[in-house]
C-alpha cells in the first residue's frame, strides 16, 4: 500500500482505539484491589540460600518464585521476591508490573513489602498504581484490551528484597471452563526458590506433558481438593540466543490440558467459529458476482475469492475476551473490511463453501510450526489461523493474510507451518501440512569498466518467483518508489562512497506467474584504488547479499541457529573488462542437510563471471552441528566471496611498458650476493702445486670442449626465459590477482626468477673456471649438474602443481635431461685422466714451480751398461 494509505489506515485505528477506550471507560476503568491473601493457599517453606554471585545478570535474582493455581476457583495467586545485589538491580528489578485483562480478570494485590536490614517496610498503596493500556502488538494492527497495573517503588537501595504478592482471578470465557495451561519451572534470570502448585478438583481429569528438566511432582488430596506440588532449589538460568529458532524452547515448564483429544479442540473450536451458511446482505452480493464471473471454473471462483479476502480485507484484530479466540461474523467482517486470521480464514470458508467448494478453517502455529506435535492436545497449541480447501480435487492451502500475493489459479505460495488442526467435525488428529513450492531470487550485478578513470557502470537486475515475490510487492507497496530508491542506495553507498544512481528504478511486476523483476543502474566513481606498492590499479568485489544471510555464531552459542527458512538465491557478479581476464576456472561447494552453498569463477570473453548459490534447507542449524556451521561460515566469508583483481589501463603507455620492481629489485640483490659470493671463492687461496721436468699445465680439448658450450648455452637460455616468459612484467605477476591461486602463483614466479638466476650465474661462474682451468672447477661444476637437477625436478613435481599448472611435455623432458646429462658429468669429472691433468691452476695463478734437471736425474732408476 502507498504511504498515505497506511497513514489513513492507522488514523482509523487509532480512532477505533480511541472508541473501545471510551466505551470502556463507560463501563468502569480497570481497577486494582486490596485483599488479604487467599485462605485456599498452601504452605512454602523458607528458603535463604542465594545463587552463585558469578551467575547473577542485570544486578538482582529471584529469590522466591511463588505460584498456586486454584482450578476450581479460577484464581492465581502469584509471590515474588527479588534481591537486589548491585546498584544495576535498582535500575532493572525496583518496578512491578502485572497484566491482565479487566474483561474477565480480577486483581488483587495483597501486599508489597521492602526488606532493609531484615526489617519489613510496607509499600503497598494501590494509589501508586498506573492502570496503562498495555497493548504490544498495535504495531501488528492487533488491539487486545489489556492493562498493565504500574507500581514504581521508590528509595530503593542495594541490598534490598523486595516482597509482592497478588492474585488474577478469572478465566476467558471463550474456553467454556476447560483449564489448560503451560507451567514454567525455569526463567532466563537465577531462581534461588521456586514453588508451583496445581489445585483441582479430583473429578477434574487434567493431562500432564513434561519438557526439558522440571522438578518431581508431588501429589496429594486435603478438603476434597487435589494438589499437584513442584518445588526446586538453586535453578539456573535457560540458555538464551538472538539467534535461536522462534519454537526453540529449552526452559523446563510442564503443559496441562483438560482436553483427552484433538477432536475435543476441534468441536470446541467449531462451536465458536461455525461456517456462515445464511449469508445475505453486501456480502451475499459480491459471492453472486464472482459466481458470475466465474461461470463453472471453479479454480477460477477460488482464486477470485481468495484475492477478495487478501486484498480488500485489510487485517486488523480487535481481539478483546472471547475474540482472542472467536471470529466475527463472516459478513460482518467483509462489511467493516478489516479483521484478524481467524475473522479472514472464517469469511473465507464462508465465500468458498457458498460456491460448493469444501473448505474448513486451520489452525496453526506461525512459531512453533510443526512442533506443535510436541503438544498434548490444548487450545494453546496455536496462533494464527488459515484455510484449506478442495478445488476440483486438489487440496489447496491459502493464508488469508498474505497481501498482495501473485500466482494463477490453485498455483499460490503457502507458510511451511508444518502441522495444522483441520476443523472439520469428526477429525481427532493434527495434519501434516505438504511443504509449498517455494520461489527463488536470481540478482546479477554487471559491473562494466570503461577504463580506468571513467565511472564503472553498475546494473542490478533481481528477479523474485513464488514467496520472495510475494514479500517484494508487498514491501513495494507499502513504501513509495522514492524510498525504496533512497534505501537501494543506502545498500550500496556502504560498499561504494562514490557511488549515485543514474536511472530510476525499474519494476516488472507479473501477477500472475509471480514474478517481479526490478533493475537498478548506479556510477561508481573511484572504483579502483592505487596500490601504493606496485603502484597498479585494484578493484575488488564481495558478495555481501550471500555473507549478510548468515547467523553470528561464537562460543557462547548454545542453542540452535535460526536460519530464514525458505531460501534460495542465486547470485552473479559480471565484471566487463577491456583486455579480457586470463584465469583459472575455479568452484567450491558445501552440502550440508540443513544449507548448501557453491560458488563457481569463470571467464568468456570480457567478462568474468562469479556466480553463487545459496540454500536454505531447514529452519535452523542444530546445536551438534554448530561447530560445522561456524567452520563453513569462516571458510565462505574469507575464501569463496571476496576477489580481487588488477587493472592496467590499454591506452597508457606506461602501463603497456609497466615493470614489476619488486622482481627486478629481487634479481639485482640476488646477482650482487651471487657476485660476491663467487669472487670471495674464487680468490680463496688453494695449494701450490709442483711440476716435474718437462711437464706443464694442458690445453682445453677432448670432451671438455662441448662442457664449455654447455655452459654458455645454459646460462644464455635461461637468462632468456626470465624475458620470453614475461617475468618481469607487472602483467604477468597480476594474471591470477583475485584467484584462490594467487600466492602460489606469485611464488612459483618467485621460484622460476631465483632458480634460473642462480643458474645462469652458476654457469657463468664454471665457464670462468673452466676457461682458467681451475684446480676448484671440479667439486664446483658436479655441484652444478647436481643444482641443476634439483631446480627442474622441484618445478615439475612441487612448483607446477602447486598452482594447478599443467605438466607439460616439455617440462617432462627437460627434467629427464637434466638428469642424464647430471649422471654423465658428474662421473666425468670424477674419473677422467684429461679433467684431473687440465684443472690444476692454482689461485693465486703464479703459485706454481718447475724440479730442477739434477733432482730429476737422481730421481730416475740406474742404468747397467
Given at each position: 500500500m502507498s504511504k498515505c494509505l497506511k497513514i489513513y489506515l492507522t488514523l482509523i485505528f487509532c480512532l477505533l482505539l480511541v472508541l473501545f477506550k471510551s466505551q470502556l471507560a463507560k463501563a468502569g476503568t480497570p481497577v486494582i484491589h486490596q485483599s488479604p491473601r487467599p485462605t485456599w493457599l498452601s504452605s512454602v517453606k523458607t528458603y535463604d540460600q542465594k545463587p552463585s554471585a558469578r551467575t547473577i545478570e542485570r544486578g538482582f535474582f529471584y529469590a522466591l518464585i511463588e505460584e498456586q493455581i486454584q482450578v476450581e476457583k479460577q484464581a492465581d495467586y502469584h509471590h515474588v521476591i527479588r534481591e537486589i545485589v548491585s546498584d544495576a538491580g535498582i535500575q532493572n528489578a525496583s518496578q512491578i508490573s502485572i497484566s491482565f485483562d479487566p474483561a474477565f480478570e480480577r486483581l488483587d494485590f495483597h501486599d508489597i513489602t521492602v526488606w532493609r536490614d531484615n526489617k519489613p517496610l510496607n509499600r503497598l498503596k494501590i494509589s501508586?498504581?498506573?492502570?496503562?493500556?498495555?497493548?504490544?502488538?498495535?504495531?501488528?494492527?492487533?488491539?487486545?484490551?489489556?492493562?498493565?497495573?504500574?507500581?514504581?517503588?521508590?528509595?530503593?537501595?542495594?541490598?534490598?528484597?523486595?516482597?509482592?504478592?497478588?492474585?488474577?482471578?478469572?478465566?476467558?470465557?471463550?474456553?467454556?471452563?476447560?483449564?489448560?495451561?503451560?507451567?514454567?519451572?525455569?526463567?532466563?534470570?537465577?531462581?534461588?526458590?521456586?514453588?508451583?502448585?496445581?489445585?483441582?478438583?479430583?473429578?477434574r481429569k487434567l493431562n500432564?506433558?513434561?519438557?526439558?528438566?522440571?522438578?518431581?511432582?508431588?501429589?496429594?488430596?486435603?478438603?476434597?481438593?487435589?494438589?499437584?506440588?513442584?518445588?526446586?532449589?538453586?535453578?539456573?538460568?535457560?540458555?538464551?540466543?538472538?539467534?535461536?529458532?522462534?519454537?526453540?524452547?529449552p526452559l523446563g515448564h510442564v503443559q496441562i490440558s483438560e482436553y483427552n483429544s484433538w477432536a475435543d479442540v476441534v468441536d470446541w473450536a467449531l462451536s465458536i467459529n461455525p461456517t456462515d451458511t445464511h449469508i445475505t446482505g453486501e456480502l451475499a452480493d459480491r459471492i453472486k458476482k464472482l459466481k458470475i464471473e466465474a461461470g463453472n471454473d471453479k479454480e477460477k471462483y477460488f482464486r477470485a475469492a481468495v484475492r477478495t479476502v487478501q486484498n480488500e480485507v485489510r487485517y486488523?484484530?480487535?481481539?478483546?475476551?472471547?475474540?482472542?479466540?472467536?471470529?466475527?461474523?463472516?459478513?460482518?467482517?467483509?462489511?467493516?473490511?478489516?479483521?484478524?486470521?481467524?475473522?479472514?480464514?472464517?469469511?473465507?470458508?464462508?465465500?468458498?463453501?457458498?460456491?460448493?467448494?469444501?473448505?474448513?478453517?486451520?489452525?496453526?502455529?506461525?512459531?512453533?510450526?510443526?512442533?506443535?506435535?510436541?503438544?498434548?492436545?490444548?487450545?494453546?497449541?496455536?496462533?494464527?489461523?488459515?484455510?484449506?480447501?478442495?478445488?476440483?480435487?486438489?487440496?489447496?492451502?491459502?493464508?488469508?493474510?498474505?497481501?498482495?500475493?501473485?500466482?494463477?489459479?490453485?498455483?499460490?505460495?503457502?507458510?511451511?507451518?508444518?502441522?495444522?488442526?483441520?476443523?472439520?467435525?469428526?477429525?481427532?488428529?493434527?495434519?501434516?501440512?505438504?511443504?509449498?513450492?517455494?520461489?527463488?531470487?536470481?540478482?546479477?550485478?554487471?559491473?562494466?569498466?570503461?577504463?580506468?578513470?571513467?565511472?564503472?557502470?553498475?546494473?542490478?537486475?533481481?528477479?523474485?518467483?513464488?514467496?520472495?515475490?510475494?514479500?517484494?510487492?508487498?514491501?513495494?507497496?507499502?513504501n513509495s518508489t522514492?524510498?525504496?530508491?533512497?534505501?537501494?542506495?543506502?545498500?550500496?553507498?556502504?560498499?561504494?562512497?562514490?557511488?549515485?544512481?543514474?536511472?530510476?528504478?525499474?519494476?516488472?511486476?507479473?501477477?500472475?506467474?509471480?514474478?517481479?523483476?526490478?533493475?537498478?543502474?548506479?556510477?561508481?566513481?573511484?572504483?579502483?584504488?592505487?596500490?601504493?606498492?606496485?603502484?597498479?590499479?585494484?578493484?575488488?568485489?564481495?558478495?555481501?547479499?550471500?555473507?549478510?544471510?548468515?547467523?553470528?555464531?561464537?562460543?557462547?552459542?548454545?542453542?540452535?541457529?535460526?536460519?530464514?527458512?525458505?531460501?534460495?538465491?542465486?547470485?552473479?557478479?559480471?565484471?566487463?573488462?577491456?583486455?579480457?581476464?586470463d584465469i583459472t576456472p575455479d568452484s567450491a561447494s558445501i552440502n550440508r542437510d540443513y544449507f548448501r552453498f557453491s560458488s563457481n569463477r569463470n571467464a568468456v570473453g570480457d567478462s568474468l563471471f562469479l556466480k553463487y548459490k545459496l540454500t536454505f534447507l531447514k529452519d535452523n542449524a542444530p546445536l551438534n552441528k554448530l561447530a560445522e556451521f561456524k567452520g563453513d561460515i569462516k571458510t565462505i566469508n574469507n575464501e569463496e566471496l571476496s576477489y580481487s583483481f588488477s587493472y592496467i589501463g590499454a591506452g597508457s603507455a606506461s602501463s603497456a611498458t609497466a615493470v614489476n620492481s619488486f622482481l627486478i629489485i629481487l634479481t639485482v640483490v640476488l646477482i650482487a650476493g651471487f657476485v660476491f659470493l663467487c669472487m670471495r671463492i674464487y680468490q680463496r687461496e688453494t695449494p701450490a702445486i709442483v711440476f716435474a721436468h718437462g711437464s706443464g699445465f694442458h690445453p682445453i680439448g677432448g670432451w671438455l670442449v662441448l662442457v664449455t658450450i654447455g655452459l654458455a648455452l645454459t646460462a644464455l637460455a635461461a637468462i632468456f626465459r626470465e624475458f620470453s616468459d614475461h617475468i618481469f612484467s607487472l602483467h604477468t605477476w597480476t594474471l591470477y590477482a583475485g584467484s584462490r591461486h594467487e600466492f602460489n602463483y606469485k611464488l612459483a614466479l618467485v621460484y622460476q626468477l631465483v632458480g634460473d638466476t642462480i643458474l645462469a650465474g652458476y654457469a657463468i661462474f664454471?665457464?670462468?673456471?673452466?676457461?682458467?682451468?681451475?684446480?676448484?672447477?671440479?667439486?664446483?661444476?658436479?655441484?652444478y649438474f647436481i643444482y641443476g637437477l634439483i631446480f627442474f625436478t622441484l618445478k615439475i613435481i612441487v612448483v607446477q602443481p602447486l598452482h594447478k599448472a599443467t605438466l607439460t611435455n616439455d617440462s617432462?623432458?627437460?627434467?629427464?635431461?637434466?638428469?642424464?646429462?647430471?649422471?654423465?658429468?658428474?662421473?666425468?669429472?670424477?674419473?677422467?685422466?684429461?679433467?684431473?691433468?687440465?684443472?690444476?691452476?692454482?689461485?693465486?695463478?703464479?703459485?706454481?714451480?718447475?724440479?730442477?734437471?739434477?733432482?730429476?736425474?737422481?730421481?730416475q732408476p740406474h742404468q747397467e751398461g
Open positions: 501508586a498504581f498506573k492502570v496503562l493500556a498495555d497493548e504490544k502488538n498495535l504495531s501488528d494492527f492487533l488491539y487486545q484490551g489489556t492493562f498493565s497495573a504500574l507500581c514504581i517503588l521508590d528509595d530503593i537501595r542495594k541490598g534490598d528484597r523486595i516482597e509482592y504478592s497478588y492474585t488474577l482471578t478469572g478465566r476467558n470465557p471463550i474456553f467454556k471452563g476447560k483449564y489448560c495451561d503451560n507451567i514454567y519451572f525455569q526463567w532466563y534470570t537465577p531462581i534461588a526458590h521456586q514453588y508451583t502448585a496445581v489445585i483441582t478438583s479430583p473429578q500432564f506433558k513434561y519438557f526439558n528438566k522440571t522438578p518431581k511432582v508431588t501429589v496429594s488430596e486435603n478438603v476434597g481438593l487435589k494438589q499437584y506440588a513442584y518445588e526446586d532449589f538453586q535453578i539456573p538460568a535457560g540458555e538464551d540466543d538472538n539467534n535461536q529458532p522462534a519454537w526453540y524452547d486488523m484484530g480487535i481481539e478483546i475476551g472471547q475474540y482472542s479466540h472467536r471470529a466475527n461474523d463472516p459478513q460482518k467482517v467483509f462489511k467493516q473490511r478489516y479483521g484478524d486470521c481467524k475473522d479472514k480464514s472464517l469469511l473465507l470458508v464462508s465465500m468458498l463453501n457458498a460456491n460448493c467448494i469444501e473448505a474448513h478453517m486451520v489452525l496453526v502455529n506461525a512459531s512453533r510450526n510443526e512442533h506443535i506435535a510436541d503438544y498434548i492436545p490444548t487450545y494453546y497449541a496455536f496462533n494464527h489461523a488459515v484455510v484449506t480447501a478442495n478445488v476440483n480435487g486438489k487440496q489447496v492451502w491459502v493464508d488469508a493474510t498474505i497481501d498482495y500475493q501473485g500466482g494463477e489459479g490453485t498455483d499460490i505460495y503457502f507458510p511451511d507451518y508444518g502441522r495444522g488442526l483441520v476443523l472439520k467435525a469428526g477429525n481427532n488428529a493434527l495434519t501434516t501440512i505438504p511443504p509449498s513450492k517455494t520461489g527463488k531470487i536470481t540478482g546479477k550485478d554487471i559491473y562494466t569498466i570503461k577504463d580506468e578513470k571513467s565511472p564503472v557502470l553498475l546494473t542490478v537486475k533481481t528477479v523474485y518467483t513464488g514467496n520472495h515475490a510475494d514479500n517484494v510487492r508487498d514491501r513495494l507497496a507499502s522514492a524510498e525504496t530508491e533512497k534505501s537501494y542506495l543506502e545498500y550500496y553507498a556502504k560498499i561504494y562512497t562514490k557511488i549515485e544512481r543514474k536511472d530510476s528504478l525499474a519494476i516488472s511486476d507479473d501477477l500472475q506467474k509471480n514474478i517481479i523483476t526490478t533493475t537498478e543502474t548506479y556510477l561508481i566513481n573511484n572504483f579502483f584504488k592505487k596500490d601504493s606498492t606496485t603502484n597498479r590499479l585494484t578493484g575488488g568485489l564481495y558478495a555481501y547479499s550471500i555473507s549478510e544471510m548468515f547467523p553470528s555464531i561464537t562460543g557462547q552459542t548454545k542453542t540452535p541457529v535460526s536460519l530464514s527458512y525458505p531460501y534460495n538465491l542465486e547470485y552473479t557478479q559480471q565484471i566487463i573488462l577491456p583486455g579480457g581476464w664454471c665457464l670462468v673456471l673452466l676457461l682458467n682451468k681451475r684446480d676448484i672447477l671440479p667439486s664446483f661444476i658436479i655441484g617432462i623432458s627437460v627434467a629427464v635431461r637434466s638428469f642424464v646429462v647430471a649422471v654423465i658429468w658428474i662421473s666425468y669429472f670424477k674419473k677422467s685422466t684429461r679433467v684431473a691433468e687440465t684443472f690444476i691452476v692454482p689461485y693465486p695463478p703464479y703459485n706454481y714451480s718447475y724440479e730442477g734437471p739434477e733432482t730429476f736425474a737422481k730421481e
